[in-house]
C-alpha cells in the first residue's frame, strides 16, 4: 500500500480499497495503524467531479521516518538520509584510491553516517530507523553477508562488512547488491504507472537490478540480473568473474580505461570522456561501449518483458553523449515486444545519489511493515470484530 499512496496518493479510503481489492474494514484498520505510527497522514476533503460528500485523501508523511544508507563503489562512498518519499534529505560522496583495505572504506562508511546525522540534527530526532542499509558489488551470500569473488574488488573477497565496523558500533547493517538496492530506490522514488522496469548501474561495474509489481527480484541467491557478467563478445577480454567477453570486461570504465591504455592513453575516465570530441579513437571506445551496453539491454528486456530500461551511477551521467544514444536507439526498436507495447529508456531520476538512496530505501524495505503483514492482521482484526458483533 506504501507504493500505491507514493504513486497515486493523496487518495481517498475508497479509492484504496478499489486500487487493491481489500474490503474498506480492512483498509480502513491498515490506514488507522500507519496513521498511528505517523507513517500516512490525512489530507483533508479531496475535491471530486461527482456530487456528495468529498472523501478525505490520505498521503506519505515524508517526515514520518527517515532511513540511512551508504553505498560503497570500487572508488567512493556515497551516503544518503532519504524521507519516506524516496528523496534525500542529506547526501554526500567521498572519494578514494581504488583497491583500498576494506576496514579503511568501512570506516569511512561510519564517519560519513556520524558527519551527515549531525547535518540533520538527528539527536532532535525521534521518527529515525535504527539501522544503515549497505549497497556493494555482487555477488553477495545472501546468508552471510559475504561477497563472494566479486570482480575488480579483490581485497573484499570473503568479507562480511558487518564485522569490520569498531566496537562501538551498535546500528544492524543490511547488506545488498549495488543494483538491486539502486532498482528499490527507483522504486520507492516511482511517481509513474509503471510498474516494471529493469535498472542497470553502469560504471567501474555494471549491475543490473530487476523491479516486477515494484517489488525486486533478487533470485534464489540474492545476485539476480548480473548484467556486467552476460557476455557479449565472443572469446573477448578475460573477466573478473571467470568467463571471457562479458560486458563488464568489454565496457566499463574499467574496461574502458584499459582499452585506452593499450592504445597508448593513459588517463582517468573524467579525462577520457573530455578528451573524447577531439580525439576519435577515445570516441570510438566510448561509442562502441554503448553498442554493446544496448545488445546486453535488448537480450535482458527480451527475457524479461519490462516496461522501462532505466540507467543509473554517476559515470553514467559523464559519459551519457556517448553512450545513451545506441541504448535509445536499439532497446525501443530490437525488443521482441516492440509491437505489442514500448518500452521506454530513461537515466534515472536519482541522479548521482541513486546508489545511496537505494542502500537507504533496503532499511525501509526491511523494517517498514509490509502488506504480507498489514493484510493479514487487518482481516484478523476484522474477523475479530465481527464474531463480536455477532
Request: glycine share 12%; hydrophobic share 45%.
Amino acid at each position: 500500500m506504501f507504493h500505491l499512496l507514493r504513486q497515486r496518493g493523496p487518495i481517498s479510503r475508497a479509492d484504496l480499497v478499489r486500487a487493491t481489492g481489500l474490503s474498506g474494514q480492512s483498509v480502513g484498520i491498515i490506514v488507522r495503524h500507519l496513521l498511528e505510527q505517523g507513517l500516512v497522514e490525512e489530507t483533508g476533503a479531496e475535491p471530486q467531479a461527482q456530487l456528495g460528500r468529498y472523501p478525505i485523501g490520505v498521503r506519505i508523511h515524508a517526515r514520518g521516518a527517515l532511513a540511512f544508507g551508504c553505498n560503497v563503489e570500487r572508488d567512493q562512498i556515497a551516503g544518503a538520509w532519504i524521507d519516506l518519499s524516496g528523496s534525500a534529505v542529506v547526501t554526500e560522496t567521498v572519494a578514494y584510491p581504488q583497491g583500498e583495505a576494506p576496514d579503511r572504506t568501512i570506516r569511512r562508511v561510519e564517519e560519513l553516517f556520524s558527519r551527515l546525522a549531525a547535518d540533520i540534527g538527528l539527536a532532535a530526532c525521534d521518527n529515525w530507523l535504527p539501522a544503515i542499509g549497505l549497497g556493494l558489488p555482487g555477488p553477495i551470500d545472501p546468508e552471510t553477508a559475504v561477497l563472494v569473488n566479486p570482480p575488480n574488488f579483490p581485497r573484499w573477497e570473503g568479507v562480511d562488512p558487518r564485522t569490520l565496523f569498531s566496537p562501538k558500533w551498535s546500528l544492524p547493517v543490511f547488506c545488498e547488491n549495488s543494483a538491486t538496492a539502486a532498482a528499490l530506490g527507483e522504486a520507492w522514488q516511482s511517481r509513474t504507472d509503471t510498474s516494471n522496469f529493469l535498472y542497470c548501474h553502469w560504471g567501474v561495474g555494471i549491475g543490473g537490478g530487476l523491479v516486477i509489481d515494484l517489488d525486486t527480484y533478487r533470485g534464489t541467491t540474492g545476485n539476480a540480473v548480473e548484467l556486467g557478467h552476460v557476455p557479449v563478445v565472443p572469446d573477448g577480454a578475460p573477466c573478473g568473474c571467470g568467463g571471457r567477453g562479458c560486458l563488464e570486461a568489454e565496457a566499463s570504465v574499467a574496461a574502458i580505461c584499459r582499452q585506452a591504455a593499450e592504445a597508448g592513453i593513459h588517463a582517468e575516465f573524467g579525462e577520457l570522456v573530455a578528451r573524447a570530441p577531439r580525439d576519435a579513437g577515445v570516441a570510438q571506445l566510448l561509442s562502441r561501449a554503448g553498442q554493446l551496453l544496448a545488445q546486453a539491454l535488448v537480450g535482458a528486456v527480451n527475457l524479461f518483458d519490462v516496461d522501462m530500461v532505466v540507467l543509473g551511477g554517476h559515470h553514467l551521467l559523464q559519459a551519457a553523449e556517448w553512450l545513451m544514444p545506441p541504448v535509445v536507439a536499439a532497446v525501443p526498436n530490437l525488443a521482441i515486444r516492440r509491437g505489442v507495447r514500448p518500452v521506454t529508456v530513461r537515466i534515472s531520476a536519482l541522479g548521482e545519489a541513486a546508489g545511496a538512496i537505494g542502500a537507504a530505501s533496503v532499511v525501509f524495505d526491511k523494517l517498514l511493515p509490509s502488506s504480507a503483514e498489514l493484510v493479514p492482521a487487518a482481516r484478523m482484526q476484522g474477523s475479530e470484530r465481527h464474531a463480536r458483533a455477532t
